[in-house]
């Protein structure tokens, strides 16, 4: 039986500024979409870098960009700029220079959590912020707290999965699953495995190809080969966002 809805999957990590801006494009260009109701979205977790401290013990993202990944200032400073004018397009503030990289293996547990209650994208998106506009530490327990209950979780459930190893697995699953599919920058928009938008778009790109690709799962055209790639802004493995 032919799903009723057709799948969207991202793979996105709340350390990437282009994650955020795409996905606040992604949700205009939905808004503008005919078929909006007959769109299903799941968001899949990847890690810019994993080892990177945990538990609020993050530290400024200008020191991991000149220290881990071995920017020097001046690479820093210009894409700063280029994503600031990607966030005052998007009507966002642009807080990055102040930002804290730390890991995220919890927050993306705390999506996860927010997911079977249909609030995953409440909860992303606050994350976003957090990390983007209000410089906070997301690996943060007292964060991911306020920031789950603020979106309707329980504050029960948000303490028990945070002092458990809950979603650890499912969090290896989608890293692994976008590896076995090819990719390895995000955001990573696929749309029902037939049409890929890697990295930030504009809105009405966004839409060009939403539309696109619905056409073909209405029709029910036979996919054949690798998803058609659209390629924009992404952040890579090594925590490198492009300018």
Request: hydrophobic share 40%; net charge negative.
């Amino acid at each position: 039986m032919e799903s009723e809805k057709m799948k969207i999957e991202v793979w996105t990590d709340i350390m990437c500024p282009y994650c955020y801006i795409g996905k606040i494009h992604y949700e205009k260009a939905l808004k503008q979409f005919e078929h909006a109701d007959e769109v299903e979205l799941e968001w899949k977790a990847f890690q810019l870098n994993p080892d990177l401290p945990d538990k609020g013990n993050g530290y400024p993202v200008n020191e991991y960009l000149t220290r881990t990944a071995g920017l020097s200032e001046e690479k820093v400073n210009n894409m700063h700029q280029a994503i600031k004018v990607l966030a005052d397009n998007a009507g966002v503030r642009f807080n990055l220079p102040n930002a804290i990289a730390a890991n995220t293996r919890d927050a993306h547990r705390l999506i996860k959590l927010a997911a079977t209650k249909g609030l995953d994208s409440a909860v992303l998106m606050r994350l976003s912020k957090a990390y983007f506009e209000e410089a906070g530490d997301y690996s943060d327990r007292a964060l991911l707290l306020s920031i789950g209950t603020d979106a309707g979780l329980e504050e029960s459930e948000v303490h028990a999965m945070l002092g458990s190893d809950d979603y650890l697995y499912e969090i290896k699953q989608d890293i692994q699953e976008m590896a076995n599919l090819g990719f390895d920058t995000v955001p990573t928009f696929l749309m029902d495995r037939r049409q890929a938008i890697v990295g930030s778009e504009p809105v009405d790109l966004f839409l060009k190809v939403l539309r696109k690709a619905h056409t073909d799962w209405k029709n029910r055209v036979v996919k054949e080969g690798e998803p058609e790639v659209t390629k924009g802004k992404s952040c890579s493995a090594d925590g490198v966002c492009e300018i």
